[in-house]
Nanobody
Framework: QVQLVESGGGLVQPGGSLRLSCVAS????????MSWYRQAPRKERELVAR????????NYADSVKGRFTISRDNAKNTLYLQMNSLKPEDTAVYYC?????????WGQGTQVTVSS
């Protein structure tokens, strides 16, 4: 069955870094656009970053441009999010998403807390 398993979240001080990973199984990873979303308490889920399936082109939310980097390793069926210069407002549950014209899959999320 389809699985997206995120890891790498945790507690970090402002200015610190984290690297999230999302391991995919049960579908052809390389044929899906992959994204990271996040949802903070009492806020709607928002797109953080997206990487295309074929071209590998990326796009980012304005709030994370220059600080976060999305990447994928199709050989390992793994999506990454390198997060640098973290801010308290980055605190949220981060979700991995796989999407194509027909299907939309979600992981269970990993908590990121930025606090001193």
């Amino acid at each position: 069955q389809v699985q997206l398993v995120e890891s790498g979240g945790g507690l970090v001080q402002p200015g610190g870094s984290l690297r999230l990973s999302c391991v995919a199984s049960g579908f052809t990873f390389s044929r899906y656009a992959m994204s990271w979303y996040r949802q903070a308490p009492r806020k709607e889920r928002e797109l953080v970053a997206r990487i295309a399936s074929a071209s590998g082109s990326t796009n980012y939310a304005d709030s994370v441009k220059g600080r976060f980097t999305i990447s994928r390793d199709n050989a390992k069926n793994t999506l990454y999010l390198q997060m640098n210069s973290l801010k308290p407002e980055d605190t949220a549950v981060y979700y991995c998403n796989a999407n194509n014209d027909w299907f939309d899959y979600w992981g269970q999320g990993t908590q990121v807390t930025v606090s001193s």
